[in-house]
């Protein structure tokens, strides 16, 4: 499995983005696929994740702001991100979640980053 982040950049703050991950392999049809982000000096922390039933969930830093979507033919993930402020600032990375063996394992994009200028 491969999962390749991309659009992330540097905008001012209110400004908005849209982070997609593209996976590859096989991701099997039961999963979860989030955005995680980490920000210098920080632990990462989930930001959104939406399963393959469509069920979705928000850290509440960023509900209302961001949006989490999928697309299952295309094995896409997004994230909208709008009214960004500066402490939006991070490398998010596209995770992928499978079961496996009685538990989950987790598959970790290379991450993009986003930085938000005051």
């Known amino acids: 499995v491969q999962l390749q982040a991309s659009g992330g950049g540097l905008v001012q703050a209110g400004g908005s983005l849209r982070l997609s991950c593209a996976a590859s392999?096989?991701?099997?049809?039961?999963?979860?696929m989030g955005w995680y982000r980490q920000a210098p000096g920080k632990q990462r922390e989930l930001v959104a994740t939406h399963t393959s039933r469509g069920l979705t969930n928000y850290a509440d830093s960023v509900k209302d702001r961001f949006t989490i979507a999928r697309d299952n033919d295309k094995d896409t993930l997004y994230l909208q991100v709008k009214n960004l402020k500066p402490e939006d600032t991070a490398v998010y990375y596209c995770?992928?979640?499978?079961?496996?063996?009685?538990?989950?394992?987790?598959?970790w994009g290379q991450g993009t980053q986003v930085t938000v200028s005051s």
């Open positions: 392999g096989n991701i099997f049809s039961l999963n979860i």
């Open positions: 995770n992928l979640r499978i079961p496996l063996r009685g538990s989950w394992y987790d598959y």
